[in-house]
């Protein structure tokens, strides 16, 4: 069975530029959590999509938002992008008997400069 | 709010040593869940162990088991017969037992090193 997929695995951007990273979840899983993780402040969560609602938010700010697809697949965006913006963004998704287990992907690391 | 708090930034052992990697917890709910998980240089972020609250037991998996301590809100992950590639970010995590899904509560983690 394969993972979680996250592309691209590397990204450079600009400041003030928007960003749209992607998350193919494990098959069968319908939740995706999405986490940025930084030096600084550590791991924070983001959002979470289930059957293509969000379920639940973080404390970030408008310029991120996320949605899903029917086939479960998430995407991430951020808009107006800020030098703090620089993270690793982790994907996670869970499912099935084991729904409380999320299983990360390898994540996108976004250079802002 | 839930927190999570890693008091070890860093920790090192010799190969074939056992090592204990220290978590605590704050948390105010009776059913939960707690995880280990691990971070190596390739990021992706792997489950080591997890371990439900209303389970007395201790979780083992392997070389890695956990000292669980309700009362205390502590949540010790040993790892017995250490091996190069255990060297990683180890990351503590909580997650609350409540209907729907919950986000993971994260610890600042702890760099292992292991010592050929």
């Known amino acids: 069975k394969a993972g979680v997929t996250q592309t691209p695995r590397y990204l450079i951007k600009t400041r003030g530029q928007q960003v749209t990273l992607s998350c193919s979840p494990i098959s069968g899983h319908r939740s995706v959590s999405w986490y940025q993780q930084t030096p600084g402040q550590g791991l924070q969560f983001l959002f979470e999509?289930?059957?293509?609602?969000?379920?639940n938010k973080g404390n970030f700010p408008g310029r991120f938002s996320g949605r899903q697809f029917s086939n479960s697949r998430s995407e991430m965006n951020v808009s107006t992008l800020e030098l703090g913006d620089s993270a690793l963004y982790l994907c996670a998704s869970s499912g099935g008997q084991g729904a409380n287990i999320q299983y990360f992907g390898a994540g996108t690391r976004l250079s802002v400069l | 709010a839930q927190t999570v708090t890693q008091s070890q930034p860093e920790m090192s052992v010799q190969e074939a040593e056992t090592v204990t990697l220290s978590c605590t917890y704050d948390?105010?709910?009776?059913?939960?869940?707690l995880f280990w998980y691990k971070q190596p240089p390739s990021r992706q972020m792997i489950l080591v162990i997890r371990q439900e609250a209303y389970k007395q037991q201790n979780a083992t998996e392997n070389r890695f088991s956990v000292n669980f301590q309700k009362a205390a809100k502590s949540f010790s992950l040993k790892i017995s017969d250490s091996q190069l590639g255990d060297a990683a970010m180890y990351f503590c995590a909580y997650r609350s037992h409540n209907s729907g899904n919950t986000p993971l509560v994260f610890g600042k983690g702890t760099r292992l090193s292991v010592i050929a």
């Open positions: 948390t105010s709910e009776s059913d939960y869940y």
């Open positions: 999509y289930f059957s293509e609602t969000q379920r």
